[in-house]
């Protein structure tokens, strides 16, 4: 199918039709490449630079847009950061003490959960995030006796992948679509979201939300023996390094959550911290350290920002949504039915790509969007949110996807806990997240 799709956009190219066509398929080539991961993602936003540059069909800073954008740095500083934490053993320094001295199986679906969502605050890579908190599970699980038939076991593991993940996206750091997001809307609208405002309107209600539902129904769905016996254990006392890392990412945290107040960029927080974990002398990370780091996840979101760029720039998000719009009286619906016809829309966009394209081919169409239906763009751009926290796959989210099979879970055992969850969120959190966001003033 991409060789199809790459002929196609060749033969466009050959044959001089629209430059429009072109793009279009050069779009559904990459969008295709990222949700099947036929070759490595990285390697797809290459691909698409490479052919964007070589054909002129976008200027070069249109196309390198996603370079220069502050959330490609935060991705960076994200990188750094999650090296460091794993290199000094900090998950098990945190996830040993609030062990405690539990015993029983729901207690400790609960401990994972709320562990995972907390990490989420403090490691900006869902990846990262994924694989420092998933050989700690797995080793838990192990202490604990459950065999690999045990549901109890499966549950764990699923609890720990969504809950590390999931409710991340409602934190504007933690996770790739967020960050995309918060790229293209500012190279296409010069719209800068800050922390601050992301959590309030997100947090309360989709991130707790997700956060209720995934441990309840990994309980009723995984149901065992309610005690379990955890060995006495003494956990190492904080090294000299862990104190220190602790006190940067307590001190980056805070200025995180006051950026509406001190106006310095999350991004540019992040970028010091990160600077400040590979200085000499500090000791957190070798400065040769830097060229050890794996680079993938950077040059995906440049992609992913730079096809938004593209998309909007050459007219095309607006071409497509203007066809929409002709078809469908949108202006007359009630906000409420706006609001989902944004959700919905991005979900099925979702569908057929990953979670990080939406806001990439999503956003480009927000001005059409906020035009036709006559809403404020902060409220069209913000309404594609429950679409990140609202998936019923893995293969949308690659972090699921790595730390499900990392943990050995079967896909089939995982998805009747995302069926559920994408139903229950449907009929009681996203409303409620319509209602909270009308409350504060961002939705009409």
């Known amino acids: 199918m991409a060789l199809v799709l790459a002929a196609a956009f060749a033969g466009t190219l050959v044959a001089g039709a629209s430059p429009l066509l072109s793009l279009g398929t050069l779009a559904v080539l990459t969008a295709f490449l990222w949700a099947t991961l036929a070759i490595p993602a ?14 002129g069909l976008a200027p070069d800073h249109v196309a390198l847009a996603g370079f220069e954008s502050k959330a490609v740095w935060l991705v960076f500083a994200g990188m750094v ?17 609030l062990l405690g001295h539990l015993k029983s199986y729901p207690a400790l679906i609960w401990l994972i959960s ?19 908190f998933a050989p700690l599970v797995r080793a838990l699980a192990d202490r604990l006796g459950l065999a690999e038939d045990d549901p109890r076991r499966h549950g764990l593991f699923i609890a720990a992948v969504l809950g590390a993940v999931i409710p991340a996206f409602t934190i504007l750091t933690s996770n790739v679509p967020n960050l995309v997001l918060m790229g293209a809307a500012e190279a296409i609208y010069g719209r800068t979201l800050t922390y601050g405002e992301y959590l309030l309107l997100n ?3 989709l991130g707790l939300g997700a956060f209720l539902l995934i441990p309840l129904l990994v309980l009723r769905l995984f149901p065992g023996e309610r005690q379990i016996s955890l060995p006495p254990m003494t956990p190492e006392p904080w090294t000299r390094d862990q104190v220190k890392i602790a006190f940067l990412l307590a001190v980056t945290l805070a200025f995180w959550t006051t950026d509406s107040l001190h106006g310095i960029s999350s991004a540019w927080i992040g970028l010091a911290a990160a600077v400040v974990s590979l200085l000499p ?12 780091l794996n680079f993938g996840p950077w040059f995906f979101a440049a992609g992913t920002i730079g096809l938004g760029g593209v998309v909007s720039h050459s007219g095309l998000g607006d071409l497509l949504w203007s066809h929409i719009a002709a078809a469908v009286p949108l202006a007359g619906l009630p906000d409420a039915a706006k609001y989902a016809v944004l959700q919905v829309s991005a979900m099925m966009l979702a569908m057929v790509t990953t979670l ?7 956003t480009p169409l927000a001005g059409s969007m906020a035009e036709s239906l006559r809403w ?9 949110v429950p679409a990140f926290v609202i998936f019923a796959f893995p293969y949308q989210a690659p972090p699921v996807l790595v730390g499900l099979t990392f943990l050995g879970v079967p896909l089939r055992k995982a998805m009747k806990v995302m069926l559920y969850f994408v139903l229950l969120a449907l009929v009681i959190v996203s409303p409620l997240h319509y209602l909270w966001g009308h409350l504060i003033g961002v939705f009409p």
Do not use: N, W
């Not at 709320?114 to 420092?132: C, H, N, Q, W």
């Not at 404020?376 to 594609?384: N, Y």
């Open 376 to 384: 404020p763009l902060d409220a069209v751009l913000l309404a594609q």
């Open 81 to 97: 950061l999650s090296e460091v934490i794993g290199r000094h053993d900090m998950g098990h320094a945190l996830f040993d003490r």
């Open 281 to 292: 002398g500090v000791g957190l990370l070798p400065p040769q350290s830097i060229g050890k």
């Open 203 to 205: 947090f309360p209600v």
């Open 42 to 55: 990285e390697l797809t936003a290459l691909v698409f630079f490479a052919a964007l540059l070589l054909t």
């Open 114 to 132: 709320s562990t995972g969502l907390l990490l989420a605050f403090f490691i900006p890579s869902a990846m990262g995030r994924v694989l420092i």
């Open 356 to 362: 990080p394209a939406i806001p990439a081919v999503f």
